[in-house]
């Protein structure tokens, strides 16, 4: 760790060098601290570190302190979201860091304040938002892990709030327990024996579990299918161009649901000659994976073509929603459609659109670059991606072949299965393979990154379902029509 001492200083892409708040110290540690444990070398933080976004940055950091002993919270931040740029530095830093503030009660006395963990610790980890080639992307510029406190054991540790977390399968248990009837203690010692663990070892305690069944009581699941079928159908007696349709299970859930409106219909019409299929995002309060159909219009503008809220991911789900929408436009296939990696997507594609040229999102491949790459070629990383650029950028699909086998031997990355699987898949994302097609611009990274970002503006897990389908209707209107 000698080598990592003083302070790190970090230019950015063009050429500005960054702000002394953004430099931070790597401080050298003596040979009884964390670090001197058995740690993965893959987990220890670096200066120049990339994510995708803060939270890998964050669940990252994370891993790492729980496996030295700690836990983090979010700290200080620069920028604001919504405004300019957004966040543009974040630090993490170790639970116990600042000190607790003695709260003054309104007559003029002092509460009665509970101990606090807090000490003062200095351990952070700081990262800044950076973007190349369009995509943005975190860089760790500060990383400190000198604590002036002792470090929690392994089974210490996961009792720190921050560690108390359950599982998607956890949860489903559960819940399963709860309708059969047993109380939470009952819950909480057969699932210590389950799981093999001592009495108190699970990573959620007996509130955690209280906390879960209330907001299961909160959200009644039962009745959204109904509210959100019932919407539907008020909407298609108002207006008989609205379409929808939906499939329910054996246990009479809703499986999955499509609807378009007939202004998007319209807009198909005279865009739907190139589409993306966005699948990228999820309702998580209703375990549903949500599908979105954008065009762009001879301006530039993004148009909404339909909607799909799908209960499983798999090759029958993205059948249907295929065929409906294909239904909802009138038998219509769009000439090209971009999606992501999907593999279940692309053999229901090739199934449902045979003559539809399907390409993937080149920024979807991009932002998981960081997380593939970063680590394994170190300082290397950023040339390796300019070159990435270039070769996507080529012509000619004998200049690409030539080029990727260059890039290969150079960077040594012979065998790596996201190289390979990259190279196999090289005529769905590479333009030399894309040019003869037409995409309407929708291949650029910067396309797909404003998509995304709409998208977000009016998603939200928290919704309910009914009122979820009034907000991108709404939304869609709003950014289309002003």
């Given at each position: 760790?000698?080598?990592?001492?003083?302070?790190?200083?970090?230019?950015?892409?063009?050429?500005?060098?960054?702000?002394?708040?953004?430099?931070?110290?790597?401080?050298?540690?003596?040979?009884?601290?964390?670090?001197?444990?058995?740690?993965?070398?893959?987990?220890?933080?670096?200066?120049?570190?990339?994510?995708?976004?803060?939270?890998?940055?964050?669940?990252?950091?994370?891993?790492?302190?729980?496996?030295?002993?700690?836990?983090?919270?979010?700290?200080?931040?620069?920028?604001?979201?919504?405004?300019?740029?957004?966040?543009?530095?974040?630090?993490?830093?170790?639970?116990?860091?600042?000190?607790?503030?003695?709260k003054p009660s309104e007559d003029g006395k002092l509460q009665?304040?509970?101990?606090?963990?807090?000490?003062?610790?200095?351990?952070?980890?700081?990262?800044?938002?950076?973007?190349?080639?369009?995509?943005?992307?975190?860089?760790?510029?500060?990383?400190?892990?000198?604590?002036?406190?002792?470090?929690?054991?392994?089974?210490?540790?996961?009792?720190?709030?921050?560690?108390?977390?359950?599982?998607?399968?956890?949860?489903?248990?559960?819940?399963?327990?709860?309708?059969?009837?047993?109380?939470?203690?009952?819950?909480?010692?057969?699932?210590?024996?389950?799981?093999?663990?001592?009495?108190?070892?699970?990573?959620?305690?007996?509130?955690?579990?209280?906390?879960?069944?209330?907001?299961?009581?909160?959200?009644?699941?039962?009745?959204?299918?109904?509210?959100?079928?019932?919407?539907?159908?008020?909407?298609?007696?108002?207006?008989?161009?609205?379409?929808?349709?939906?499939?329910?299970?054996?246990?009479?859930?809703?499986?999955?649901?499509?609807?378009?409106?007939?202004?998007?219909?319209?807009?198909?019409?005279?865009?739907?000659?190139?589409?993306?299929?966005?699948?990228?995002?999820?309702?998580?309060?209703?375990?549903?994976?949500?599908?979105?159909?954008?065009?762009?219009?001879?301006?530039?503008?993004?148009?909404?073509?339909?909607?799909?809220?799908?209960?499983?991911?798999?090759?029958?789900?993205?059948?249907?929603?295929?065929?409906?929408?294909?239904?909802?436009?009138?038998?219509?296939?769009?000439?090209?459609?971009?999606?992501?990696?999907?593999?279940?997507?692309?053999?229901?594609?090739?199934?449902?659109?045979?003559?539809?040229?399907?390409?993937?999102?080149?920024?979807?491949?991009?932002?998981?670059?960081?997380?593939?790459?970063?680590?394994?070629?170190?300082?290397?990383?950023?040339?390796?991606?300019a070159e990435f650029h270039r070769l996507y950028n080529l012509?000619?699909?004998?200049?690409?072949?030539?080029?990727?086998?260059?890039?290969?031997?150079?960077?040594?990355?012979?065998?790596?299965?996201?190289?390979?699987?990259?190279?196999?898949?090289?005529?769905?994302?590479?333009?030399?393979?894309?040019?003869?097609?037409?995409?309407?611009?929708?291949?650029?990274?910067?396309?797909?990154?404003?998509?995304?970002?709409?998208?977000?503006?009016?998603?939200?897990?928290?919704?309910?379902?009914?009122?979820?389908?009034?907000?991108?209707?709404?939304?869609?209107?709003?950014?289309?029509?002003?």
């Amino acid at each position: 760790m000698s080598e990592l001492t003083n302070v790190v200083k970090e230019t950015s892409e063009n050429g500005t060098d960054l702000s002394p708040d953004d430099i931070g110290t790597i401080e050298e540690m003596p040979e009884d601290t964390i670090l001197s444990r058995q740690t993965s070398v893959n987990l220890v933080p670096f200066i120049g570190q990339r994510f995708v976004s803060q939270d890998a940055a964050y669940e990252f950091y994370c891993s790492f302190a729980k496996q030295c002993g700690f836990s983090i919270r979010r700290h200080r931040t620069r920028g604001k979201d919504g405004v300019g740029r957004g966040i543009t530095r974040r630090d993490f830093t170790c639970h116990r860091g600042g000190y607790p503030q003695v709260k003054p009660s309104e007559d003029g006395k002092l509460q009665r304040n509970r101990k606090s963990s807090r000490c003062g610790c200095q351990a952070y980890m700081r990262i800044v938002k950076r973007a190349d080639f369009d995509v943005p992307e975190w860089r760790i510029t500060g990383f400190s892990n000198v604590h002036n406190h002792e470090l929690l054991k392994s089974n210490e540790v996961q009792r720190l709030p921050a560690y108390c977390t359950m599982s998607a399968d956890d949860k489903s248990r559960i819940c399963m327990f709860a309708k059969a009837g047993m109380s939470v203690r009952q819950m909480l010692r057969l699932m210590e024996l389950e799981k093999g663990v001592k009495l108190g070892c699970l990573p959620f305690t007996e509130i955690d579990i209280r906390n879960l069944l209330q907001s299961f009581r909160n959200v009644d699941r039962d009745y959204d299918p109904i509210d959100l079928l019932k919407m539907c159908k008020d909407k298609k007696d108002k207006d008989p161009n609205f379409r929808y349709n939906f499939k329910i299970d054996a246990n009479n859930r809703l499986e999955h649901i499509a609807w378009s409106y007939s202004s998007s219909v319209r807009l198909y019409e005279a865009f739907g000659d190139t589409v993306v299929f966005d699948t990228m995002h999820r309702l998580d309060a209703y375990d549903m994976l949500l599908g979105i159909w954008i065009g762009v219009d001879n301006h530039g503008m993004h148009c909404f073509f339909g909607c799909a809220l799908l209960r499983d991911e798999n090759m029958q789900s993205f059948s249907w929603a295929l065929k409906t929408f294909l239904d909802f436009m009138n038998g219509k296939a769009p000439e090209t459609i971009l999606t992501d990696q999907n593999v279940w997507l692309k053999e229901a594609l090739a199934v449902e659109m045979p003559r539809t040229k399907h390409a993937f999102c080149i920024w979807h491949i991009i932002s998981k670059f960081s997380d593939w790459f970063s680590v394994l070629l170190g300082s290397q990383y950023d040339k390796w991606k300019a070159e990435f650029h270039r070769l996507y950028n080529l012509h000619s699909a004998e200049e690409f072949e030539v080029g990727w086998r260059e890039m290969v031997d150079t960077y040594g990355l012979h065998g790596n299965k996201h190289i390979v699987s990259l190279y196999a898949l090289r005529t769905f994302w590479a333009l030399p393979f894309l040019r003869c097609y037409f995409f309407a611009g929708m291949t650029s990274s910067f396309q797909s990154e404003s998509i995304n970002a709409y998208i977000q503006r009016f998603l939200s897990a928290q919704s309910l379902l009914d009122d979820f389908v009034e907000q991108v209707g709404n939304s869609w209107s709003f950014f289309y029509y002003s």
